[in-house]
């Protein structure tokens, strides 16, 4: 099956710097990589997703890089908030499946 | 719409016990997911049911079962509860399984077994 690996497991950054979470998946025909953030005590949240078609989707503040040669996506989030502060989950599908894998998760800190 | 709802949303168990946990999902969605929340461990799939049918399983063992009634409302049981047991178990729903859609979750039930 699937496996999805994320980096870092902890981030802490100044309010107004930039954020950079990576994901690794393992099988070559996945083709759609979602990002989830849960706040703390909430349910998780679907914030950006990209398909294999693009290298790159931006919705304000936040983006999403694809490498599909390396098996490599990224969340990147600049001008950090308070409000960002949560933990990020990076997912890919199955082979053959429409089933989400989702990785270990990133607790980001936003420190003011 | 209402969102997914899960009851219910705190329980405490002790070793050994059993317990259902229910999920309503969205309306209109007939796919239901669960997942296994720990610290540190992130979302562990434990299955997915479409039209009454499982139709995904993860890897847990045979004590976690589920079902999925008509209306798209799910259980999950789990049998001879462990302490390792703990975790938040959330379900998620979508439309429809054969295609990349958003998962709604639900806000979780926390179950604690002491």
């Known amino acids: 099956g699937e496996n999805v690996e994320q980096h870092p497991s902890t981030l802490s950054v100044q309010e107004g710097d930039s954020a950079v979470i990576k994901c690794t998946y393992s099988?070559?025909?996945?083709?759609?990589f979602p990002w989830y953030k849960q706040e703390l005590g909430k349910r998780p949240q679907l914030i950006i997703d990209i398909r294999s078609n693009v290298g790159e989707k931006k919705d304000q503040r936040i983006a999403v890089t694809l490498n599909k040669t390396a098996k490599h996506f990224s969340l990147h989030i600049t001008e950090t908030q308070p409000e960002d502060s949560a933990v990020y989950f990076c997912?890919?599908?199955?082979?053959?499946?429409?089933?989400?894998?989702f990785g270990k998760g990133t607790k980001l800190s936003v420190i003011p | 719409k209402a969102g997914v709802t899960q009851t219910p949303r705190y329980l405490i168990k002790t070793r050994g016990q059993q317990v259902t946990l229910s999920c309503s999902p969205i309306s209109g969605h007939r796919s239901v997911s669960w997942y296994q929340q720990t610290p540190g461990q992130g979302l562990q799939f434990l299955f997915e049911y479409f039209s009454e049918t499982q139709r995904n399983k993860g890897n847990f063992p045979g004590r976690f079962s589920g079902r999925q009634f008509s209306n798209s409302r799910s259980e999950m049981n789990v049998s001879t509860l462990e302490l390792g047991d703990s975790a938040l178990y959330l379900c998620a729903s979508r439309p429809g399984r054969n295609s990349y859609n958003e998962q709604f979750f639900g806000p979780g039930t926390r179950l604690t077994v002491l």
């Open positions: 099988d070559s025909a996945s083709n759609y």
């Open positions: 997912a890919a599908p199955g082979a053959g499946s429409y089933q989400l894998t």
